[in-house]
């Protein structure tokens, strides 16, 4: 049971992936992975690149290769024109906080909604870093456990 309780601890402190970040904001502004530096995908690029640093934790390196191999420095311009147009403009300030909240939402142990069942259709194996790939087995090893958990108990 020390072993179970081990983790769920590692459950409960998982970063939010850049993947389960990405889809959020895409899902409320559109497209971000696209190629090139047309509006308004720049823009939910940079956003969503601001969340995945400031929300997940994310290292500038990490979320460059992410989207599409983009330098750090670029990830961090993006980073500081988001902060710059939160301070500027409060409907933007408000869109981040929506943002924050509905990922702060998305951070519970609710591992269904969390874990795809497959890899993104999107992403290939080649792009999906050690860190993705280690959460994905660790979501879904915490999965099993938890079902097989409360299968025990209701039987």
Request: charged share 25%.
């Amino acid at each position: 049971m020390a072993t179970v309780s081990f983790v769920r601890g590692l459950a409960q402190h998982r970063r939010i992936s850049l993947a389960e970040i990405d889809a959020v904001v895409s899902a409320r502004l559109g497209a971000t992975r696209g190629l090139g530096n047309s509006q308004p995908a720049c823009f939910n690029r940079q956003v969503a690149m601001y969340l995945v640093k400031r929300v997940g934790g994310w290292t500038t390196t990490v979320i460059g290769r992410f989207y599409n191999g983009r330098d750090r420095s670029t990830v961090c311009h993006g980073i500081q024109r988001v902060e710059a147009l939160r301070e500027s403009d409060p409907d933007v300030d408000s869109l981040i906080s929506d943002l924050k909240h509905r990922l702060s939402g998305q951070s519970d142990l609710s591992h269904e909604a969390k874990v795809p069942a497959t890899f993104p259709k999107s992403a290939s194996v080649v792009q999906l870093n050690l860190d993705q790939l280690a959460e994905l087995v660790a979501a879904r090893v915490c999965a099993y456990i938890d079902e097989r958990m409360h299968r025990s108990e209701t039987d």
